[in-house]
């Protein structure tokens, strides 16, 4: 079952409530640690929570989750991170800093049969939402929970609130204290419910994707074109230069960011997200650099990110390019962008791309842009490579302004409405132009 971490922080705290959090980070940072010393030397597990509770006055749900933090630690282990130990030992913390950044974690892992998490449970009060901790005060049992307030970012309270407070489904609950006193950082990790039987949420209704948004991958950028009814909506590029020379941590940073601008208009467009297959790995060149180019494309890592973030799906681009090349000069839009536009006309019209492909028609549509196009305004012709560059802003997309007209062109003969696709793409066409890094 798939699960969501979502990003919160305590934002209010008492200073009593805040002395008895800091005593249940230190019994659990202990309980921690001799439940994986008790590990190494072969205790059972059963005998471990056992000896937890009774050496930590923990309760047995706080033992139970100490002992499984640790239960996939390998061998030799330093609790706080050796960066800390050396810092101690450098005396550069105190040991009173360096036993309270050791004790600065605290998991409880949430139940469906209880109803949520037992342990720290998230409420809500007068528009407030608060984390009620079980703390472990045995003097005084009627004191025993705090209620700290926490802030939950509003995108994810509009989508899955619903699951943090129906009071049936689990979720686990990790807190971890910031260095210097900076305060306390909540994750909330809830299991999503199988597509198609989520609780009905009181938000408008997204309409069905009509439309197909495809990628065209290459070094270094990815462009798309956004198509309906063998009719172009836009097309445009996303920058990302950096991926080709980046290390793998920052790569996956720069994919992620290139996902999520890829589902932002994906989402403007109501579109659904294909990206072609690519095997760079038979690609074979004379010149060293360009195998080095191409073989850095991370297509197979962005297409894992894309199917996660927008549900995209992998089809065939076989034959895109070639087409892209023939539709270049026709339209005044590089190679790249025409092949993207290909590539969804054969998502779309897969007869009508075979036909556009192998037939002769396409070398009658005259060349350039002409001068008295769409709504009769002059525009510079456009030549292979060059790209609409007047921009504006509108919804966050950033994209040419387009009325829509007439080009003045007549149909072709025996092209069966497949005209009206190379005249979307040269006419009145919004061009996005995205950067990302």
């Known amino acids: 079952m798939p699960k969501l971490t979502i990003p919160a922080a305590i934002t209010k705290i008492n200073p009593k409530d805040q002395a008895q959090l800091e005593d249940l980070f230190r ?21 471990i929570e056992r000896l937890l509770q009774e050496q930590t006055g ?33 005396g550069k913390i105190t040991a009173e800093e360096y036993k309270k950044r050791r004790n ?24 407030k939402f608060t984390l009620r901790i079980n703390t ?20 994810y309270l509009k989508r ?64 798309f074109a956004v198509a309906e009814n063998n009719r172009v909506l836009a097309v445009g590029r996303i ?44 690609f074979r060149s004379k010149h060293n650099r360009a195998n080095r180019k191409v073989k ?51 998502v779309l019209d897969y007869e009508g791309f075979k036909t556009l492909s192998s037939s002769s028609l396409l070398d009658e549509i005259p060349h350039g842009v002409a001068s008295n196009e769409g709504v009769g305004s002059l525009r510079r012709r456009l030549s292979v490579g060059s790209g609409l560059t007047a921009l504006h802003q509108d919804q966050g997309l950033v994209h040419d302004e387009a009325a829509l007209g007439s080009g003045g062109y007549s149909e072709i003969p025996g092209i069966r409405g497949l005209y009206s696709f190379v005249e979307s793409l040269r006419t009145n066409l919004p061009c996005l132009h995205v950067k990302i890094c």
């Open 296 to 346: 850095r494309i991370p297509h197979r890592k962005l297409g894992f990110i894309l199917e996660a973030k927008c549900g995209a799906v992998e089809r065939s681009e076989a034959y895109t390019t070639k087409l892209g090349e023939k539709l270049s000069p026709k339209v005044g839009l590089d190679v790249h962008k025409c092949a993207a536009a290909a590539f969804a006309l054969k």
């Open 160 to 223: 899955y609130q619903h699951l943090l407070l129906n009071g049936k489904s689990p979720y686990t609950i990790t807190l971890k204290r910031r260095d210097e006193d900076q305060g306390y950082d909540v994750r909330i990790t809830v299991e999503l419910p199988p597509a198609g039987k989520e609780e009905a949420v009181e938000q408008s209704p997204k309409p069905k994707p009509e439309r197909v948004m495809t990628l065209d991958v290459n070094a270094g950028h990815v462009d």
């Open 58 to 90: 923990l309760n047995s749900r706080y033992a139970k989750d100490a002992h499984h933090s640790i239960e996939s630690l390998p061998p030799h282990v330093t609790f706080g991170g050796l960066k800390l130990q050396r810092l101690r030992e450098q």
């Open 27 to 47: 019994q659990f940072g202990n309980a921690r640690r001799r439940a994986y010393t008790l590990k190494q030397h072969g205790v059972p597990k059963a005998e």
């Open 239 to 282: 920058n990302c230069h950096e991926v080709q020379y980046a290390s793998t941590s920052k790569t996956n940073n720069l994919l992620h960011k290139t996902a999520s601008k890829v589902r932002n208009i994906a989402e403007h467009y109501c579109a659904r997200v294909v990206y072609g297959r690519l095997f760079t790995h038979r």
């Open 136 to 155: 472990p005060t045995t003097d005084q049992p009627s004191e025993r929970y705090i209620y700290p307030e926490i802030f939950i970012p509003e995108k």
């Open 104 to 127: 600065s974690l605290i998991i409880s892992r949430g139940d469906k049969t209880k109803k949520g998490n037992l342990n720290t449970r998230i409420t809500k009060e007068e528009n």
